[in-house]
């Protein structure tokens, strides 16, 4: 029954004003907090005609990263904290900030990391498109302050990325986005637990557009991003949204098995008239057995991977669809026998 706390001088805020939620995960960011807040909430000063909630997501910080979120609290009310009971890695904190969000009815999410790698300026650049229309605005870089290593071995895995998935994930993006409601709503659905944020975004659908920007270097720290870390999230990028792996062997099992017939049929064409002098040894036959069966078992090892692999998409319980819009009972039309 209370009013929504206004403060004086300002437009009153209330559940008519829209309201946009940025999702910032936050690990072992105890140098970049203070630093971070202030560029955001520059950035974000200039739409007062917004209502906007910073959901901080504690990612199980070592540092004192988390008693510097409940000082920015505490001085802003808009700074919410969900404070992880440990380390649960970034795709997940971020899952749980999208979750919040779409709790709390933000009307738009942006995600994006707390180092200030991703401009808060770009961010309002991703409000503007929104308010034009467009549903999904992810960030696209254009160029990279990474090491040589991160650069190519980030090429490699988008380039393989995209040969093997049906969703169009697109290159040179990471988690730093903007999402519409309707987005957030059907990203919510996805419940699998390796999950890898950016390819569920681009599987969900609905108008998705870039917005190219200048990577820049971390402000302060290291990455957290440990080799082992950023091998895993290839993976669970990989595995989660292609089960070509499982069919490797089933390919490589028709290939060996059929070269093996070929040569089976040579060798003993060789020795019933040895056409072309060769003398074919002792050890031709067998050694054909052994490829012949080499290959019979690929092919075997290809259809059990084969049922694993639907066995683990239907595991995962991936929503079916996503509906865009659903218009019904306009009066009228014969909607209504539908
Ligand atoms: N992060 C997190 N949990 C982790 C690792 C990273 O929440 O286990 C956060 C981190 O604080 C940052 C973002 O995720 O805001 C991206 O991490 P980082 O900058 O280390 O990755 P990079 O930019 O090097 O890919
Ligand atoms: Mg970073």
Same mark, same amino acid.
Request: no cysteine; hydrophobic share 45%; aromatic share 10%.
């Given at each position: ?47 007062? %005609?917004? %209502? ?46 999208? %979750? ?45 302050? %990474? ?192």
């Amino acid at each position: 029954m209370s009013p929504s706390p206004t403060e004086p001088g300002q437009a009153p805020r209330g559940p008519d004003r829209t309201k946009i939620a940025y999702v910032l995960p936050t690990y072992n960011e105890g140098e970049n907090v203070e630093a971070f807040y202030d560029v955001l909430a520059g950035a974000v000063a200039e739409r007062e %005609d917004l %209502d906007f909630e910073l959901i901080y997501i504690d990612d199980g910080s070592g540092d004192d990263s988390l008693a510097r979120l409940r000082r920015l609290r505490a001085a802003d009310p808009r700074v919410t904290i969900i404070a992880f009971s440990r380390n649960f890695g970034h795709q997940i904190a971020v899952t749980a900030g999208i %979750d919040l969000a779409a709790q709390v009815g933000a009307d738009a999410v942006i995600v994006m990391d707390t180092d200030l790698q991703d401009p808060p300026a770009l961010s309002l650049r991703m409000i503007e498109l929104w308010e034009q229309g467009v549903q999904v605005v992810y960030a696209q870089r254009h160029h990279r302050q %990474d090491t040589v290593f991160k650069r190519t071995t980030a090429k490699a895995f988008y380039y393989l990325l995209d040969k093997v998935t049906e969703a169009r994930i697109p290159r040179d993006v990471g988690d730093f986005r903007l999402m519409d409601r309707d987005v957030v709503a059907e990203v919510v659905k996805y419940r699998e637990h390796s999950r890898f944020v950016r390819g569920i975004v681009a599987n969900v659908g609905f108008r998705q557009e870039p917005l190219e920007f200048d990577r820049d270097a971390r402000h302060a720290g290291r990455t957290h991003y440990s080799l082992g870390k950023m091998l895993r999230l290839a993976s669970d990028g990989l595995f989660s949204f292609s089960t070509l792996p499982l069919q490797i062997a089933n390919v490589l099992g028709v290939v060996v098995a059929a070269v093996s017939v070929l040569v089976g049929l040579f060798t003993v064409v060789a020795y019933a008239f040895d056409p072309l002098g060769l003398h074919p040894p002792g050890w031709a036959l067998p050694a054909v057995g052994i490829f012949f069966l080499g290959g019979v078992q690929l092919l075997m090892i290809g259809m059990v991977g084969a049922y694993v692999g639907r066995t683990y998409l239907e595991v995962l319980d991936r929503p079916l669809y996503s509906v865009a819009r659903l218009e019904r009972g306009v009066p009228g039309a014969h909607d209504e026998d539908a």
